[in-house]
Nanobody, 126 residues
């Protein structure tokens, strides 16, 4: 069956960096667009970043643009999220997800994704 397993979360002080990884199995990874979403306590799940299956386009939420970078390695079936200049408001559970669609609008909608990981906690202290 399909599995998406996130890793790399943790605690960091404001201004610091973390790199999240998401290892995929059970699917043809190179055929899926990949996204990162996050959910803070009491808030809805929100889009963070996405990358098309051919790694030709990347999309970011305005709140992370210029600080976060999404990338993928199709040979390793892994997608990454490099997070720099972290802020306390970045604190959330981060999820990776896989989608068939690579259109910009659809990739920003949680409902477009077919598979989800269990999430990894990121805590940024001030």
């Amino acid at each position: 069956q399909v599995q998406l397993v996130e890793s790399g979360g943790g605690w960091v002080q404001a201004g610091g960096s973390l790199r999240l990884s998401c290892a995929a199995s059970g699917l043809t990874f190179s055929s899926y667009a990949m996204g990162w979403f996050r959910q803070a306590p009491g808030k809805e799940r929100e889009f963070v970043a996405a990358i098309t299956w051919r790694d030709t386009s990347t999309y970011y939420a305005d709140s992370v643009k210029g600080r976060f970078t999404i990338s993928r390695d199709n040979a390793k079936n892994t997608v990454y999220l490099q997070m720099n200049i972290l802020k306390p408001e970045d604190t959330a559970v981060y999820y990776c997800a896989a989608a068939r669609s690579s259109s910009k609008w659809y990739m920003q909608q949680p409902t477009s994704y077919d598979y989800w990981g269990q999430g990894t906690q990121v805590t940024v202290s001030s």
